[in-house]
């Protein structure tokens, strides 16, 4: 059993050693001289690690219509034995009272084209195109939500840095981990998600990401935030997230804004401020309520850029107890290791937040649609301290789970906090 143990540990990251703020190489770094970098084909090939590490596609979708969704592809190895593929969809409804329609299915028979631009699986495909400006996305894995979309790109997409990635590891020459995120950051979509209640036109607005974990039993961090805003002219786009002690609660910030045909700024310049926090009754735990984005940089001929969206998140869309997601035999064998559990907030204001965004000597105010998700540290227990903070990290293949949680817990790493009570 102890045995067991331990492999769960290095899969799931219930444990680490403290290796401090150096044992992280951020993104920031390589953004100091290369804010960011235009994307190209090669940067959109699936990488499909052989060892440890979690892959996903991720579609966010903003119809015309109201609705809220996003469709999903994860590509999950477990220690280079055990590779499963899933493919999620969730969708939100306009109207505030219909529930949320997820559907999260394991995949059988995938596969790649022969560049890996493309994957493929028995009922499913996410196919990019020829000239590498759209996918096409189609799911028949699940009879309640079957998908038909395109996703076009009108700007450029990118990475933070040179090569988008932060590394982890106490040599920086031979890093045992990676974090990258690479953008869409301005896309429009077409097409429709099938339901058993009828079918949901989800023509409007898109965002692109590719992710990858290339993680072995080191995990990445204890808190996170992500924020997708879409208007009429603009888009901005962030991931933030705060690495355990493990690393030093190291923030690492990347993002970027852009418009029809351009990117006007991008890099790690970028910051999340929860400006107001209240206690969720219903479980105890401290709920973002009102919120700062920022975002700072230079276009490419030097003027510089300031962008920012402050204001009430409102009513949540959700609330996403990780913990539910995670296996019955991770949560028993880990057992006593796990102290309490993370949460997901999701947020889609209402009234519509605006984005005061400045240009060299031109000002601009603009609404838009803003879908952002974030978490918070659990309260701290009276008389305790935190010694350790840690997350597990396993893709369900169970139909029925909602995966693209799953997957936030494995991509960026939910905290669980291990208490140390004092004697006497």
């Known amino acids: 059993m102890n045995w067991i143990k331990q492999q769960v540990a290095n899969v799931a990251g219930t444990q680490e050693p403290i290796y401090g703020p150096s044992a992280i190489?951020?993104?920031?770094?390589?953004?100091?001289?290369?804010?960011?970098?235009?994307?190209?084909?090669?940067?959109?090939?699936?990488?499909?690690?052989?060892?440890?590490?979690?892959?996903?596609?991720?579609?966010?979708?903003?119809?015309?219509?109201?609705?809220?969704?996003?469709?999903?592809?994860?590509?999950?190895?477990?220690?280079?034995?055990?590779?499963?593929?899933?493919?999620?969809?969730?969708?939100?409804?306009?109207?505030?009272?219909?529930?949320?329609?997820?559907?999260?299915?394991?995949?059988?028979?995938?596969?790649?084209?022969?560049?890996?631009?493309?994957?493929?699986?028995?009922?499913?495909?996410?196919?990019?195109?020829?000239?590498?400006?759209?996918?096409?996305?189609?799911?028949?894995?699940?009879?309640?939500?079957?998908?038909?979309?395109?996703?076009t790109r009108t700007a450029p997409g990118f990475k933070v840095g040179k090569d988008g990635k932060s590394y982890f590891g106490t040599d920086p020459q031979r890093p045992w981990g990676s974090m990258r995120h690479?953008?869409?950051?301005?896309?429009?979509?077409?097409?429709?998600?099938?339901?058993?209640?009828?079918?949901?036109?989800?023509?409007?607005?898109?965002?692109?990401?590719?992710?990858?974990?290339?993680?072995?039993?080191?995990?990445?961090?204890?808190?996170?935030?992500?924020?997708?805003?879409?208007?009429?002219?603009?888009?901005?786009?962030?991931?933030?997230?705060?690495?355990?002690?493990?690393?030093?609660?190291?923030?690492?910030?990347?993002?970027?804004?852009?418009?029809?045909?351009?990117?006007?700024?991008a890099g790690a310049n970028v910051s999340v401020t929860h400006t107001e926090i209240q206690s969720d009754a219903d479980i105890d735990w401290p709920e973002p309520k009102a919120v700062k984005f920022l975002w700072n940089g230079k276009t490419k001929d030097g003027k510089e850029v300031s962008a920012e969206i402050t204001g009430p998140l409102g009513q949540r869309l959700d609330r996403v107890d990780v913990m539910a997601e995670v296996p019955k035999f991770i949560k028993s064998i880990v057992g006593g290791v796990v102290g309490t559990k993370p949460y997901i907030y999701q947020y889609f204001p209402q009234p519509r937040l605006a984005m005061k965004l400045r240009i060299g000597e031109d000002e601009r105010v603009e609404e838009g649609l803003l879908f952002t998700e974030a978490t918070q540290p659990p309260p701290a227990l009276p008389g305790a301290r935190a010694t350790h903070v840690r997350k597990t990290n396993h893709t369900s293949a169970t139909t029925g789970v909602d995966a693209n949680h799953v997957n936030k817990l494995q991509r960026l790493l939910e905290p669980e906090l291990h208490f140390e009570v004092p004697s006497g």
Request: proline residues 4%; glycine residues 6%; contains cysteine.
């Open 182 to 265: 690479a953008f869409w950051p301005r896309c429009t979509a077409e097409g429709v998600i099938i339901t058993k209640d009828g079918d949901i036109n989800f023509k409007g607005r898109a965002l692109f990401i590719h992710a990858l974990q290339g993680m072995k039993p080191h995990h990445a961090a204890a808190k996170w935030n992500f924020v997708n805003f879409q208007s009429p002219t603009y888009s901005a786009v962030m991931m933030e997230y705060t690495t355990p002690p493990s690393y030093g609660s190291t923030s690492v910030n990347v993002g970027g804004l852009a418009r029809d045909g351009e990117i006007i700024c």
């Open 25 to 151: 190489q951020s993104v920031a770094r390589q953004a100091e001289t290369t804010p960011y970098t235009e994307l190209t084909k090669e940067d959109l090939r699936w990488v499909a690690m052989d060892s440890t590490s979690v892959e996903t596609q991720t579609f966010y979708l903003m119809a015309d219509s109201g609705h809220i969704g996003l469709a999903q592809v994860i590509y999950s190895n477990v220690v280079g034995i055990h590779t499963t593929c899933q493919f999620s969809t969730k969708i939100f409804y306009p109207d505030g009272k219909t529930p949320n329609l997820w559907s999260s299915d394991a995949l059988s028979n995938h596969g790649f084209d022969d560049e890996k631009l493309s994957f493929y699986a028995d009922g499913c495909a996410v196919t990019l195109s020829e000239d590498s400006t759209s996918y096409t996305v189609k799911s028949a894995t699940n009879n309640a939500s079957i998908v038909n979309l395109t996703i």
